[in-house]
């Protein structure tokens, strides 16, 4: 298994690169794989 090379943002300017961090809740995730997704609960359940 070949591994992705890191990026390198050291030639951007201190400022312009942002990094976001979204938490969601695992009753939310249950609901995205199962509505969206359409799997069964049980399925949704054991997904990892």
């Known amino acids: 298994m ?3 090379p890191e ?3 050291s030639s951007f300017p201190p400022g ?3 990094e976001y ?3 969601v809740c695992l009753a ?3 609901d ?3 509505k969206q997704f359409g799997l069964a609960p049980r399925s949704a359940y054991l997904e990892r």
Do not use: G, H, W
């Open 16 to 18: 312009i690169v942002t």
């Open 32 to 34: 995205i794989f199962t």
């Open 7 to 9: 990026l390198d943002f």
């Open 2 to 4: 070949t591994s992705k």
């Open 21 to 23: 961090t979204t938490l």
């Open 28 to 30: 939310c995730i249950f």
